[in-house]
Nanobody
Framework: QVQLVESGGGLVQAGESLRLSCAAS????????VGWFRQTPSKERAFVAA????????NYADSVNGRFAISRDNAKNTVYLQMNYLTPEDTAVYYC??????????????WGQGTQVTVSS
């Protein structure tokens, strides 16, 4: 059983930064790709960023490329999402998710409960 717990969300002003964390319990993150997704009430869940099992490769949605950075610490069983220069359009519930593979191909299978990020203008 894989349990993912996100933390670090909150209310910030436009231009500020936040760092989200995703901690895994049960089966570890090591050996699997992990991604971050986000969802607003009016939109479907959307891809934000992903990282390979060893951190050697990352991928970002165009909307966050250059502002967000995904990283991981397998020793701590934790994946991070550093979010800089936040805008109100980044307001959403952010989810981390684990893939079944080393690389971020296919769809993730295990999901966290989400953490709310709200950016005021």
């Amino acid at each position: 059983q894989v349990q993912l717990v996100e933390s670090g969300g909150g209310l910030v002003q436009a231009g500020e930064s936040l760092r989200l964390s995703c901690a895994a319990s049960g089966r570890t993150f090591a050996g699997y790709a992990v991604g971050w997704f986000r969802q607003t009430p009016s939109k479907e869940r959307a891809f934000v960023a992903a990282i390979t099992w060893d951190g050697s490769m990352t991928n970002y949605a165009d909307s966050v490329n250059g502002r967000f950075a995904i990283s991981r610490d397998n020793a701590k069983n934790t994946v991070y999402l550093q979010m800089n220069y936040l805008t109100p359009e980044d307001t959403a519930v952010y989810y981390c998710a684990r893939y079944l593979t080393l690389y971020y191909n296919g769809d993730p299978v295990y999901w966290g409960q989400g953490t709310q990020v709200t950016v005021s203008s």
